[in-house]
């Protein structure tokens, strides 16, 4: 069966209709874990506040899917404490299991039960409730994520996003006061994933649950979260807006994690860097080596003989942009573009290149 059988997304329920939980305070404090001896996590600190998504975000083997197990109580922490609304759930002398902690779990695979109908599946995180009022929950979720007509089907039945609707019904129809989500998204193609996404944390800002989401996509991160929190080896490496951690990357490779820069060796004197790409203020920096970071957008095309020289070597049209590679003397490799409404510059083609310096980052060399 396919979304696809009455457009891009079959039709969710309506907004308004999930019910509202009871938001929870989740912390994290000094939390490690270790797999064979090895350190996973080293000593992480992280208060979530009721009503507030985070999303973690890092690369793969970073450490985020474990600090959300942790979390869930579906393992246990090496070392730490983590607490929901001041009751600890998980310490040196107390572990709650993840069933009596009111917490939403859904798995990047979804873990339903094969051999379980829709409703069953649903029905599964309900045990707590009479039959009535179990029976009553499940429908409702079901229809808000638009699935009440598929309550019979068994999942082998369904497509991946309607796999995926079940999982987010089955997860928030206790009303837990904390959601957590693995990478919820990864197993949709790009057409739909965009459309769930939507759909989903409209569902969970309806709802008002504390929720963390893990993802390694940081546009995904930007466009769902109240605060991001990077992850790297294991660590916190920096957590904030998506503004903040987009115009103000803690390091290098943080800034790398946003962004596909053009990046060409300076040198900073006197609070500004010079580079084969201009002079940028560096008043944060001392004296020495450093990398000067341009965003593909940044970059705006003159006629030639204006601002900096420069040779097209490629163009490619994007559909919304076209995206351009460029030669400018001093740099091994060209000069990345992203343009919208550029200048009619065809291959060979000799061109001015007018950089944004509000989209330009400066880091040390030794930054790298």
């Known amino acids: 069966m396919s979304d696809a059988t009455t457009g891009p997304l079959r039709r969710w329920g309506q907004r308004g209709t999930a019910g509202a939980a009871i938001p929870a305070r989740l912390c994290l404090s000094g939390v490690g874990h270790d797999y064979g001896g090895a350190p996973v996590l080293r000593s992480i600190d992280l208060d979530v506040a009721p009503g507030e998504v985070v999303c973690l975000l890092g690369p793969s083997g970073c450490g985020k899917t474990t600090l959300l197990r942790l979390a869930a109580g579906v393992e246990t922490p090496t070392r730490g404490r983590i607490s929901l609304d001041e009751r600890e759930v998980a310490g040196p002398d107390r572990f709650v299991p993840p069933e009596e902690r009111g917490v939403g779990l859904m798995f990047q695979d979804y ?57 987010l019904a089955r997860a ?24 769930v996404r939507e759909e989903t944390v409209a ?21 769902i979260a109240d605060r991001v929190v990077l992850m790297r080896r294991g660590e916190i490496v920096q957590a904030g807006t998506a503004v903040e951690l987009y115009r103000q990357p803690a390091d290098l ?3 790398r ?24 203020p560096a008043p944060h920096l001392p004296d020495g080596p450093a990398v000067v970071c341009v965003r593909p957008q940044a970059i705006r095309l003159r006629a030639a003989g204006f601002c900096l020289p420069g040779r097209v070597l490629t163009r490619r049209f994007l559909g919304e942009v076209d995206l351009l590679e460029i030669a400018v003397q001093g740099l091994d490799a060209p000069l990345r573009a ?14 001015g290149i007018d950089i944004d310096a509000d989209e330009v980052l400066v880091f040390a060399a030794s930054a790298s």
């Open 111 to 167: 873990a339903l039960f094969p051999h379980l109908t829709v409703r069953q599946n649903v029905l599964f995180g309900l045990r707590a409730l009479s039959a009535s009022d179990a029976g009553t929950a499940a429908i409702r979720a079901l229809s808000r994520v638009g699935m009440q007509t598929h309550a019979d089907a068994y999942p082998h039945m369904l497509s991946g996003g309607e796999q995926q609707r079940v999982a």
């Open 172 to 195: 928030v129809a206790p009303r837990p006061g904390v959601i957590l989500m693995d990478e919820p998204f990864s197993n949709l193609d790009p057409r739909m994933r965009d459309a």
């Open 203 to 223: 569902l969970l800002r309806e709802m008002g649950a504390t929720t963390i989401i893990v993802t390694h996509d940081p546009e995904e991160a930007m466009r």
């Open 253 to 255: 490779a943080a800034a």
């Open 257 to 280: 994690f946003f962004c596909d820069f053009n990046e060409a060796e300076g040198v900073v004197r006197g609070g500004r860097a010079d580079s084969p790409l201009g002079i940028y």
């Open 338 to 351: 992203r343009l919208r409404g550029a200048l009619a510059a065809k291959p060979g083609q000799d061109v």
